[in-house]
């Protein structure tokens, strides 16, 4: 039972890396303004009149506003799937990070510490593996697969010439929050690592510790 709880926890952390790391970019308006600044959209648009309507759609994904009006009709019936997308990959979220602790918690109180710590560098290292993979895959030819099997409908496909969304976000803007995506993921995963062998780090310590007391008390026993 400990051992497949064990492998549970291993499934579970690359897929609340990814989860963690896609919500901390995506609601993070700097990141928004460097990527407006880089392609050049405050050229295009009013700084003022950019960063308005894309805070107001960042509020509509929390479902604190109204879509922004600046959007037409094929533009809002895409956004409120992405919305409605958004609310699920929240809630798998929240589910993950309970999950989680409450494996934790579980290893802690039986006292399975090796067992725990290996399952985080185990998790860790699944991570990386897939983080791996997701950066040799070609982006632009990835990011159109997703939209054809996430959403059921051809509102995606959008007209640089009519459709604002495709305007103040462009294909850039999305690859650069992946690569965002996947270097904070990295992060976190190298620091699930390091919790884990340090883990394992002190129970030896702790083992060696004990056995040279036990040694001592043999010593002192046979004397």
Avoid at 67 to 78: A, G, Y
Avoid at 90 to 119: A, D, G, M, P, Q
């Amino acid at each position: 039972m400990r051992k497949i709880l064990a492998l549970v926890l291993v499934f579970i952390i690359p897929a609340l890396i990814l989860f963690t790391s896609f919500r901390i970019n995506a609601f993070d308006y700097d990141f928004y303004e460097k990527q407006f600044e880089k392609h050049g959209i405050y050229g295009i648009a009013e700084k003022d009149f950019v960063d308005t309507n894309a805070k107001e759609l960042i509020s509509y994904f929390n479902n604190k506003a109204k879509v922004p009006e600046i959007f037409n009709e094929k533009e809002e019936l895409h956004l409120n799937d992405v919305k409605n997308i958004l609310q699920k990959t929240f809630l798998i979220h929240y589910v993950l990070i309970t999950l989680f602790i409450l494996l934790v918690i579980y290893f802690i109180y039986k006292r399975e510490f090796r067992l725990l710590s290996l399952s985080l560098i185990f998790g860790g290292i699944s991570t990386l593996i897939i983080l791996l993979l997701v950066s040799n895959l070609d982006f632009e030819s990835t990011f159109t697969g997703f939209h054809e099997v996430a959403f059921n409908n051809t509102n995606w496909i959008l007209n640089p010439e009519t459709d604002k969304l495709i305007v103040i976000f462009p294909l850039g803007f999305f690859q650069d929050m992946t690569y965002e995506i996947v270097r904070d993921s990295l992060y976190f995963a190298a620091g699930v690592i390091a919790v884990g062998l340090l883990g394992i780090l002190i129970l030896r310590l702790k083992l060696n510790s004990t056995k040279r007391v036990e040694g001592k008390m043999i010593k002192h026993n046979v004397h």
